[in-house]
């Protein structure tokens, strides 16, 4: 028997798995997965950023682990010597409009402990000299690192300590007793004394198959990047993001320098009718029929009806998509971006058509389910990791929602 399973080889799961490691060295411990390969699907298919704690609720979890996160990252990257870039990045606003909305963001940031700086245009333009606009910020904590080699190391760490990885096996039961968790795959059964979900896009189902009922539901958006032709990479020297709008509940098109040298363009977020659909064309009868029939999918599209159709005019029209490039960069032309693989949000939503903003964290008795970890997980999965650890042993105790 095991002391902990963790079901999901992601980020979170195996900085879940690392932080139990390092409270308990001598815990025998199992990560699952039903890939045949770790980070196989959000981890390895994300921007790359190292975050800072920007957009999110003063006092919230996102905030609090997003900053933390952040130094834990950084530290955990110097120290294993994984190749990372502090680059910075700058929040520009294009129109007047947006400008009041800036600095309602540089009150937030200062609430979230960050230092972030004021751009007249001239100073923007010293930064980022190629891009358009009024003003901005410039959050010099922010940085970029290619999260799969960080969760190579996290499996190497994880496997020195004795800790057993099993890669192609997929979840297909579990049983929560009064003294164990009962785990059942297709090649074995795996008894441990306390469980771990971190399974992303399919948390929610594994959460119900542990008999924990709950009104969240992963909808799956896909966020559909381009990159830019390797000409037009100097028109864009770190991150540039937008000013987002407060009314739709993702970031906007940005541009993002990635470890490997290119530029991201993107993402724009559709539904996706799989949950690992990664091309328009995918789909899967059970997960687009729980979309379709769950009652909030439907309260969120009616209220930003208006913003969604502008992602899915983006999703079929390259110049759409371009043109909502040219209003940070100018110079972008439609033949300067070609299309690069897209990645899908495990995002929880509630009966009532809210996404769920923060990370949300439910235990059973013997299990805990993270059922909802979108972006900043990865910049605060060891932080998410910690904070399992630091109180599973007592969740069965006591019903908490870390939330």
């Not at 609090?64 to 990257?77: E, Y």
């Amino acid at each position: 028997m095991y002391d902990y399973v963790i079901i999901g080889a992601g980020i979170v799961g195996l900085s879940t798995a690392y932080a139990l490691q390092n409270k308990e060295p001598h815990a025998s411990i199992a990560v699952v997965e039903k890939e045949t390969e770790i980070a196989a699907h959000q981890t390895g298919r994300n921007s790359g950023v190292i975050h800072s704690g920007v957009y999110y609720k003063p006092g919230s979890l996102k905030a609090r682990m997003a900053v933390q996160g952040r130094n834990s990252m950084v530290r955990f990257c110097e120290e294993h010597e994984i190749p990372h870039d502090v680059c910075g990045k700058v929040l520009v606003a294009t129109e007047p409009e947006e400008l009041p909305r800036m600095e309602a963001l540089y009150e937030r940031v200062g609430q979230n402990g960050l230092h972030v700086t004021r751009l007249s245009q001239e100073e923007l333009h010293d930064v980022e000299p190629h891009v358009n606009g009024l003003s901005g910020l410039k959050v010099p904590t922010t940085g970029i690192v290619d999260y799969k080699e960080v969760s190579r190391k996290l499996m190497e760490q994880l496997k020195k300590g004795g800790a057993d990885v099993f890669l192609g096996s997929p979840v297909q039961d579990i049983v929560e007793k009064k003294d164990e968790v009962i785990i059942e795959t297709p090649g074995r059964t795996i008894h441990s004394r306390y469980m771990v979900n971190c399974a992303g896009l399919f948390s929610d189902r594994m959460t119900a198959m542990s008999g924990i009922h709950t009104d969240v539901k992963i909808v799956p958006f896909r966020g559909e990047y381009f990159e830019l032709v390797p000409e037009k990479r100097h028109l864009v020297k770190g991150l540039i993001y937008p000013i987002p709008n407060p009314d739709f509940p993702f970031l906007g098109v940005h541009l993002t320098k990635m470890m490997d040298g290119g530029v991201h363009a993107g993402p724009n977020a559709v539904l996706s009718l799989k949950r690992e659909g990664y091309r328009k064309v995918d789909m899967d009868w059970k997960d687009m029929k729980e979309v379709l029939t769950f009652p909030g999918f439907w309260k969120l599209a009616g209220a930003n009806m208006k913003e969604g159709m502008k992602e899915m005019v983006r999703s079929f029209h390259k110049e759409s998509f371009v043109k909502s490039l040219q209003r940070l960069v100018p110079e972008i032309n439609a033949e300067d971006i070609v299309p690069t693989d897209a990645g899908v949000r495990a995002q929880a939503m509630l009966k009532n058509g809210k996404l769920v903003d923060d990370f949300y964290i439910i235990p059973g008795k013997r299990t805990v389910h993270v059922c909802n970890a979108p972006s900043p997980a990865a910049t605060a999965s060891l932080e998410i990791g910690k904070e399992i650890a630091e109180k599973l042993p007592g969740l069965g105790r006591e019903r908490v929602s870390i939330s």
